[in-house]
């Protein structure tokens, strides 16, 4: 409870400090998209955390529905990161695949396997954009770049979540997930460095 208490507090300070970076330091697109990812996050996990210690009630559709939201706006802010049309066309189907299985296992509500998809996907979106990054000059000023924080941060998180969940329904031991809970806080906390010491780009 103390480690989720500390990742809300810590995802709220993140989402707050991707605001004030927008208003204040830079507007372009990927910020805008990134400051509501983390405001979603900070704001549905505050509601989940009101219905399961307040109130008692179970948060699994919120979660399920926030789900599909959150990959989306991943999906959108690599979109915009991608010029290239052959790996945009493979990230338009993989999201397209990835919403189709979240229609089809919506009367279950089966998260595991939409985490393994969204996780998969948004693996290979950050591998896409590290690859454009590597083979540009860019490369060089990298520390300086948000985009490149929040991918480190994205694969901190997503790449470790592929292979979890896929064992998820074989877990006997679900004091595990505080992996995940402190594999959220490090992705925090490099997006975090990230916010604090990237510099304002015209393009990204």
């Not at 809300?8 to 970076?21: E, R």
């Not at 009630?57 to 991943?74: A, C, E």
């Not at 393994?116 to 693996?123: A, C, E, R, V, Y």
Request: proline letters at 1%.
């Amino acid at each position: 409870m103390k480690l989720q208490s500390l990742n809300l507090a810590l995802q709220i300070i993140t989402a707050l400090l991707s605001i004030h970076y927008l208003f204040f330091k830079d507007k372009s697109r990927f910020t805008i998209i990134l400051a509501l990812f983390l405001s979603l996050i900070a704001i549905i996990e505050s509601i989940g955390a009101f219905m399961l210690y307040i109130i008692n009630v179970s948060t699994l559709k919120l979660h399920y529905v926030n789900i599909l939201f959150l990959f989306t706006i991943i999906y959108v802010m690599y979109l915009f990161l991608i010029r290239n049309k052959n790996k945009r066309r493979v990230m338009s189907i993989l999201h397209i695949v990835f919403i189709i299985t979240w229609c089809l296992l919506y009367k279950n509500l089966n998260l595991s396997y939409l985490m393994i998809l969204g996780s998969f996907n948004t693996s290979i979106f950050l591998f896409f954009y590290l690859n454009k990054l590597l083979a540009s000059q860019r490369i060089i000023n990298y520390k300086k770049i948000l985009p490149f924080w929040v991918t480190v941060g994205f694969f901190t998180f997503y790449l470790p979540s592929v292979p979890f969940f896929i064992l998820f329904n074989y877990l006997k031991n679900r004091s595990l997930f505080t992996i995940l809970i402190i594999l959220s806080m490090i992705m925090n906390i490099i997006i975090l460095y990230g916010l604090l010491c990237s510099s304002k780009e015209e393009k990204y």
